[in-house]
């Protein structure tokens, strides 16, 4: 029988014997839902006189928001940055293998390209929300092509750009459309990018710095010019020193406007940063970091030869090489592995590592009222997890779309 006639007929769902993270701490609580939704049961009891339609039991587990991905590339042979006809088969694939990782939302990722990989993959694909099918998709992140020679890491030289007008017409030249674009990574220092990286913003696309050779006080300008993450910190851009601590400075910079908060991804898979270097981002800054996977084509696939966008990648163990090189280009990395790696490396709480996949991106992304926490109101996209954060289940809008086989 349907409850709560006078609000929905809509089924409630009760979570039992679970730690759900809420306001930072892990709280020994229920979780309810409606309609894709989390309830307060207080609302639910006294003034609807409501009561659960079905209970599902946890089993002990944690109940954290699901992850957001902000940085893919890829995975299980798909590369967002090769077009295709069907550029939406790929990013569904995708999206349906990246649930049993926890992850629920994603941005897919393009490295710097020919305009016409652009023009061609980015009018393929619509925002839109997750369900059984795989993740929610966000809106693309375009990593370049307007990134610095210096530290263009795995991204091919010939197709780097430059701002020539300084305004919106390089960013048409290039990408042909913005209309489901969530995020662009450029390199400040580039002549002209403070008209572009107002320009984005005001069109509600987060401009992140990365790929840079920025100093403190170019990446400082980026910022009050509305820039608000940093692409992988420490890779691809100048290393920290003392007189000039570059782009890494603005963890601990007293230039960010008053009541914003500068995010940076880190790629915690053990290889690309040194757990050191993870200790010291994460302690001081720790509200900022956001993990990411950075994943490429070949993750879930054996070692070998793959593609990253123009470039042939081979895998050697968990390394991922530009062909005939050393230079590190992406992860195989999953979400869940990150968040395992980041704990373990710095020491962080449980809730810190999980809030790093799930609360930060989504803060970073201005969705924070509906993905990220398990705030009322907010969207159920909800990870179950054990007590070494191992997946145990996956839920989208309160439906569950993955669970790890006994």
């Known amino acids: 029988m349907p409850s709560n006639k006078s609000v929905s007929d809509a089924p409630i769902s009760q979570f039992t014997n679970c730690r759900i993270l809420r306001e930072h701490t892990l709280q020994r609580e229920d979780l309810w839902v409606r309609e894709g939704k989390i309830l307060d049961p207080e609302k639910l009891f006294f003034d609807e006189q409501g009561y659960a339609d079905q209970q599902v039991d946890c089993e002990a587990s944690i109940i954290a928001p699901g992850f957001i991905d902000v940085q893919i590339n890829g995975g299980y042979g798909v590369d967002f940055s090769q077009p295709s006809e069907d550029v939406t088969a790929g990013v569904s694939l995708v999206a349906k293998k990246i649930l049993e990782h926890g992850v629920t939302s994603f941005c897919p990722t393009l490295v710097t390209s020919p305009p016409a990989v652009y023009h061609k993959v980015l009018p393929q694909i619509k925002v839109h929300d997750g369900g059984p099918h795989g993740a929610g998709f966000l809106g693309f992140h375009l990593e370049g092509p307007f990134i610095s020679l210096e530290k263009k890491g795995a991204h091919p030289e010939r197709y780097l ?8 017409e390089d960013l048409m030249e290039a990408y042909g459309s913005l209309d489901n674009v969530a995020m662009v990574t450029l390199a400040p220092e580039l002549p002209r990018s403070q008209s572009v990286v107002r320009e984005l913003c005001q069109r509600g696309i987060t401009v992140s710095l990365g790929h840079s050779v920025a100093n ?54 053990g290889i690309h940063t040194n757990p050191a270097a993870l200790r010291i981002a994460h302690r001081a800054h720790p509200s ?64 810190e590592a999980l809030e790093a996949a799930s609360l930060h991106p989504a803060q970073l992304l201005g969705i924070s009222h509906k993905k990220g926490s398990l705030d009322y109101g907010a969207d159920a996209d909800l990870v179950l997890l054990d007590d070494a954060l191992n997946i145990r289940a996956t839920y989208i809008s309160g439906e569950e779309v993955w669970r790890k086989q006994a």
């Not at 750009?161 to 919106?168: A, L, P």
């Open 161 to 168: 750009r430059t701002f020539r007008s300084g305004g919106i």
């Open 288 to 351: 900022g970091l956001v993990l990411v996977t950075d994943a490429i084509t070949a993750m879930g696939l054996p070692p070998g030869h793959h593609t990253l966008g123009q470039q042939v990648i081979e895998i050697q163990g968990l390394h991922a090489y530009v062909t005939g090189t050393k230079t590190l280009s992406g992860s195989i990395a999953t979400m869940d592995m990150c968040v395992q790696h980041f704990k373990q490396a710095s020491g962080c709480s449980v809730e």
């Open 216 to 269: 403190l006080s170019q990446a400082e300008d980026a910022v009050q010019h509305g820039a608000s993450f940093i692409t992988h910190l420490f890779n691809a851009m100048l290393p920290f020193h003392h007189r000039d601590p570059g782009i890494v400075g603005l963890l601990t910079s007293d230039q960010i406007p008053a009541g914003r908060t500068v995010f940076y991804g880190m790629i915690a898979d």
